[in-house]
Each structure stands twice: as C-alpha cells, then as structure tokens.
C-alpha cells in the first residue's frame, strides 16, 4: 500500500499523527506538574514538554523517512531511547487518499525539510493560557513550505477539551478547520501578548487597526485568522523562527492568505538557511489586509530614513 502513496503525503500523514502524540505528551507533562522550565535567552522558554514533544515527532519522522532533514527548535540529544509508543507508526488514510498532481509524487524523503517547533506558545504554556499552545509541523521542499500542520492540543468544544489538528497541502487541499470569513472593511490585527516592544507599539498606533488581538503563539495566531477574528499577524521585528511559520504559511495560503516579511519578501525554508525570520512577519488571511499592513510597514521605514537624513 504504502509503495503507491506520494512519499510527501506520507510525510504529512506521519506529521499529523505525530504531532497528535506530542500533544498528548505535553498534556501529560502538565498534568504530572513537574514542568522543567529553563530559559533559553531572554523571555525564551523550555520546558519538559517542548524537549519530549520535540523526541516524538524527530524520532518518528527519522525512523520513517531517513533522507528528509529535520530542523527542530529545541537543541537536545536525540541519542537516548524514548518510549516505544512515541515512535508513531500510524499514517492517517484521509492524508494519504489525497489525491496529488503528478510533481509532487516525484518529491523523495531528501527533498523535504521538516520545520518543527514541538511546543509553540510556551510562555503561555507555563502560565495556564492553555489554548494559546499549538504543535507546528511545517515541511518544505524546494525552500517553499508545502504541507503544514497546526495540532492545537486544548482545543475546546462544549466545554471538554478535544484536541484538534489543522492541515494542508498547499494547492491539493485542507482539513480539520473550516474557514470563516472575517469582517470585509475592517482591518483586526493580531499580535504578541508576552513579547512586544516600542517597534511593535508604533506601528500598531501608526496601523490605526479597528481591533487589536493580543494572544499567544504564531500557530494560535494563524488560528484566528482561519477562524475569522482577525484578518492580520504582525510581527515588525526579528523574533520569529522558521519552525514558528513553515506550517503557518503552507496553511494560510491553501486557504488564499499570503505570508512575507515586513517588506514583502517570501522567506526561504532550505536546510541551508538561517532560521530566523530577521525581518518580521505579515501573515494575513487575504491580498488587501496584507497590503493594509505592508504599506504601515514600508511607510515606517521612509519616516526612519528622512529622520537620519534631517
Ligand atoms: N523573542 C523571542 N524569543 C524566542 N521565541 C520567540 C520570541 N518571540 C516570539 N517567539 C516565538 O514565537 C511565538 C509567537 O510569539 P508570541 O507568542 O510572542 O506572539 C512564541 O510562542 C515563541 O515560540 P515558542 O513558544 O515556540 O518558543
Ligand atoms: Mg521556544
Ligand atoms: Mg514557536
Ligand atoms: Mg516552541
């Protein structure tokens, strides 16, 4: 069976069941309450969950996939054993049965760069904003995120905590979401609840937005886009990482949105590449919400540069 089924599509699959295990190890870890918390940097957290979440979905996609390259946030020892459940073996047939244009059954394990970030939102994490934490798989191939997935563990329907995963295949298809169309004339931005600064403060006042969100974690953000409560992320600076938005861009633009950096450019997902995203994030849900916000952005920018030449 699994002869016939495009390596990529089985890579998704894998990512998918993957990042539902590492939710459930996350959850684990909190309801076990030692949380491990170091700080990486500055306002840069870790903790048990994000080293163990990370552990599955590496060791899965390795044992499964040996050529792909997989870049993960966390910078652990992947040499000790893990517990045999965390290598998931399950391949969801509702990815695999997905039918694909003839390129990507082309596409081999060694063409794909696996962007994971196994705990996105990890501040919130640690202060009970248990909903703003996402699983981020993104993989791309040819430096373009292709497949994304965002499992938001706490995800909450009629008061019971489900779980949930969102996926996608850019140009083939997406599930586990419906897409709600958000207020047409009105610009909402969403942005950081624990990382902002001045930058980010004037261009909100400069933006002028009719609806500011401030929440956790770029996964959870991308959430309210799909679901129609914000049109636009923003993000002026550098902070940001490719494991924070290969996923979020493969999903965002199956759906019709579009993700630059500040000034317009696509950022590049090769394994050769510099993770950070230095020069900020534009993730918007459609074409004119993201001009609204490029055009704050490039406008800055000229205001910076006629107060250097003055
Ligand atoms: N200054 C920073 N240092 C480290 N990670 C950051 C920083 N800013 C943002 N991030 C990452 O981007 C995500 C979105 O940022 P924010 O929640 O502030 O909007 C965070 O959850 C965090 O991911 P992670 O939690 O995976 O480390
Ligand atoms: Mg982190
Ligand atoms: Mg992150
Ligand atoms: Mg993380």
């Given amino acids: 069976m699994s002869e016939t089924v495009p390596t990529i599509l089985r890579a998704l699959a894998s990512s998918v069941a993957a990042a539902s295990k590492a939710g459930e190890i996350i959850k684990n870890v909190l309801t076990k309450g030692d949380l491990g918390i170091v700080d990486k940097g500055v306002n840069d957290l870790q903790t048990e969950a994000d080293r163990s979440a990370q552990k599955c979905i590496?060791?899965?996609?390795?044992?499964?996939?040996?050529?792909?390259?997989?870049?993960?946030e966390e910078d652990i020892s992947l040499t000790a054993s893990v517990p045999s459940d965390w290598i998931v073996k399950d391949e969801p047939g509702f990815i695999t049965s997905l039918s694909c244009p003839s390129n990507?059954?082309?596409?081999?394990?060694k063409d794909i760069v696996a962007w994971v970030d196994p705990l996105d939102g990890t501040r919130e994490f640690t202060e009970g904003f248990l909903d703003h934490v996402t699983v981020l798989i993104g993989l791309a191939?040819?430096?373009?995120?292709?497949?994304?997935?965002?499992?938001?563990?706490?995800?909450?329907?009629?008061g019971v905590v489900k779980g949930r995963t969102l996926?996608?295949?850019?140009?083939?298809?997406?599930g586990g979401f419906q897409l709600k169309p958000a207020l047409n004339d009105k610009l909402i931005v969403t942005v950081t609840r624990s990382h902002s600064d001045k930058i980010l403060e004037d261009a909100l006042i400069k933006l002028n937005p009719d609806g500011i969100v401030r929440v956790g974690g770029a996964g959870h953000k991308a959430i309210m886009l799909i679901e129609g409560i914000a049109h636009a992320y923003i993000v002026p600076t550098k902070g940001l990482k490719r494991w924070d938005t290969c996923a979020v861009e493969a999903i965002l633009e199956s759906v019709g949105g579009k993700v630059t950096d500040i000034h317009g450019n696509k950022y590049v997902y090769s394994k050769e590449t510099n993770a950070s995203n230095d020069t900020g994030i534009i993730a918007a849900i459609d074409?004119?919400?993201?001009?609204?916000?490029?055009?704050?952005?490039?406008?800055?920018?000229?205001?910076?540069?006629?107060?250097l030449k003055s």
């Fill in 104 to 109: 990507l059954h082309e596409i081999t394990d």
């Fill in 287 to 307: 074409e004119i919400s993201h001009k609204k916000c490029q055009s704050v952005f490039q406008e800055q920018e000229n205001d910076a540069a006629c107060s």
């Fill in 58 to 72: 590496v060791q899965t996609l390795r044992s499964k996939f040996p050529g792909m390259t997989i870049i993960g």
């Fill in 167 to 174: 996926w996608a295949v850019v140009g083939v298809g997406f």
């Fill in 141 to 158: 191939v040819k430096g373009k995120p292709l497949c994304g997935v965002i499992h938001q563990p706490y995800y909450t329907e009629d």
